[in-house]
């Protein structure tokens, strides 16, 4: 019979971003004694943004680029409270949820991601799809596959020529090159000029000139 040990400190995680999938999957492989580790996500399944560009260029599917996460908390012997964190209590030094009771933590942990500012940029909010949160961006993207043999022009821009902008522009003209033999464009908008590190497909990218038809920067 295993002898249980007492709990000493609660760490808390909030959000289930690539971090907190690391830092499971160390639990997992080297339990702390003592330690009580509890997940609290929206989502039990994360996507891996690691894995975006090939989900665009349609080398994966949308589940295959998740991360079961009950099946990481398991693994990691973690508690996994699936609920939305909306508020903390750092005199009580607690984690307030919209459904579950407080969540006391000794060690607080957020990986929650990010969702760019659209409100900052006129007309971006009306007209542009972002990238964060992926699950929305996933929809969004299945439906412009949809409708993009039907369209008479297709033009894509992508907003921000740093190495995930360069990989997304580039996965994309990918994807839609297959769907549509004619009048497709994808262009990158960039300030500064594309990021320096590049693929040599890609830096001829940045240059202005791309070895694949129907991309520009």
Same mark, same amino acid.
């Given at each position: 019979?295993?002898?249980? *040990?007492?709990?000493?400190? &609660?760490?808390?995680?909030?959000?289930?971003?690539?971090?907190?999938?690391?830092?499971? /999957?160390?639990?997992?492989?080297?339990?702390? !004694?003592? *330690?009580?580790?509890?997940?609290?996500?929206?989502? *039990?399944?994360? !996507?891996?943004?690691?894995?975006? $560009?090939?989900?665009?260029?349609?080398?994966?599917?949308? =589940? =295959?680029?998740?991360? &079961?996460?009950?099946?990481?908390?398991?693994?990691?012997?973690?508690?996994?409270?699936?609920?939305?964190?909306?508020?903390?209590?750092?005199?009580?030094?607690?984690?307030? %949820?919209?459904?579950? $009771? !407080?969540?006391?933590?000794?060690?607080?942990?957020?990986?929650?991601?990010?969702?760019?500012?659209?409100?900052?940029? $006129?007309?971006?909010?009306?007209?542009?799809?972002?990238? /964060? $949160?992926?699950?929305?961006?996933?929809?969004?993207?299945?439906?412009?596959?949809?409708?993009?043999? /039907?369209?008479?022009?297709?033009?894509?821009?992508?907003?921000?020529?740093?190495?995930?902008? *360069?990989?997304?522009?580039?996965?994309?003209?990918?994807?839609?090159?297959?769907?549509? =033999?004619?009048?497709?464009?994808?262009?990158?908008?960039?300030?500064?000029? %594309? %990021?320096?590190?590049?693929?040599?497909?890609?830096?001829?990218?940045?240059?202005?000139?791309?070895?694949?038809?129907?991309?520009? %920067?």
């Amino acid at each position: 019979m295993q002898q249980r *040990v007492a709990i000493a400190q &609660d760490l808390v995680l909030v959000g289930g971003g690539h971090a907190h999938v690391h830092v499971l /999957k160390s639990f997992g492989m080297r339990p702390m !004694p003592g *330690v009580r580790v509890t997940l609290v996500t929206r989502d *039990v399944e994360t !996507p891996y943004s690691g894995m975006l $560009p090939g989900y665009v260029a349609g080398h994966y599917s949308f =589940e =295959e680029c998740h991360v &079961d996460l009950g099946r990481l908390a398991r693994f990691a012997g973690a508690r996994l409270i699936r609920d939305e964190a909306i508020a903390l209590d750092p005199t009580e030094r607690s984690v307030l %949820c919209r459904g579950h $009771p !407080p969540i006391r933590y000794d060690i607080l942990s957020i990986d929650i991601g990010s969702t760019p500012r659209t409100d900052d940029v $006129p007309g971006a909010a009306e007209h542009t799809i972002a990238v /964060k $949160p992926i699950d929305h961006f996933a929809a969004e993207w299945e439906a412009l596959l949809a409708r993009a043999g /039907k369209m008479p022009r297709l033009r894509l821009a992508v907003v921000g020529g740093g190495a995930g902008g *360069v990989e997304l522009a580039l996965s994309a003209q990918h994807r839609l090159a297959r769907l549509r =033999e004619s009048a497709m464009e994808v262009t990158l908008v960039t300030l500064k000029g %594309c %990021c320096r590190r590049t693929t040599a497909g890609s830096a001829a990218f940045s240059r202005g000139s791309s070895p694949n038809a129907g991309l520009r %920067c």
